[in-house]
């Protein structure tokens, strides 16, 4: 299993540093505005990762079968599917992060973070040129997403985890400090994300 080692580490490489860079200015208004705690900011840092890994692991299987042509070389329907996300997410933000523990609210919670990941893996960038390089080759779907499934478990494997929980941490404080500006932040962080969906999409 040389070939899934290699790929566990490609994603830890990418993962402690391009990889937690682009994803926690993504995760870092949907944090702040309902983040529980560091445990509750882990954990939904964990679902973003899931949906990166699941978008990772299709990628890999389609690629052992289609060859490395798969992603085109501007990646203009993955980056527009990953903005028309964001701004989805940043429309639904105000009314999933609340304090409530309602099961649905927190169903929508985990589909758009899980949505979030999964199309933002969609953009090109060296990590998935570099999956798919590698998948291209494997032989059958089976180990072309298997690799996809480590590289993502790499990525997990990083300071995403602890800098959603830290990011979750902050936001809870904010707003136990200051309760009244709780929906301006909400509001502001549902802007921050229509506006970076919008710019993609431009």
């Known amino acids: 299993m040389p070939e899934m080692t290699s790929a566990l580490v490609l994603g830890m490489g990418f993962g402690f540093t391009t990889c937690s ?3 926690l200015p993504t995760l870092a208004p949907y944090l702040l505005s309902f983040g529980r705690g560091f445990r509750h900011g882990a954990r939904s840092s964990a679902v973003f990762a899931a949906g990166k890994t699941a978008a990772y692991a299709v990628l890999g299987a389609a690629a052992a079968l289609a060859g490395q042509g798969l992603v085109p070389a501007d990646g203009g329907a993955g980056r527009r599917l990953h903005g028309f996300v964001l ?3 940043g429309i639904a933000l105000p009314f ?3 304090d409530r523990c309602d099961s649905r609210e927190r169903t929508a919670a985990g589909l758009s973070l899980f949505a979030a ?4 893996s969609l953009v090109p960038c060296v990590p998935l040129a570099a999956l798919i390089a590698a998948a291209a080759g494997a032989g059958s ?3 072309g997403a298997g690799l996809g499934l480590a590289f993502g478990l790499g990525i997990t494997l ?3 985890l602890i ?3 830290a990011l979750a941490l902050v936001g809870k404080t904010v707003r136990e400090e200051a309760h009244r500006y709780v929906p ?3 509001w502001g962080a549902a802007g921050v994300l229509v506006l970076m969906g919008t710019r993609i999409l431009l």
């Open 96 to 98: 999933i992060a609340r």
């Open 158 to 160: 990083s300071p995403l």
């Open 87 to 89: 701004v989805l997410t």
């Open 117 to 120: 990941g999964f199309s933002s």
């Open 141 to 143: 779907l089976l180990k």
């Open 163 to 165: 800098g959603g929980g």
């Open 21 to 23: 860079f682009a994803c």
């Open 184 to 186: 301006l932040i909400r």
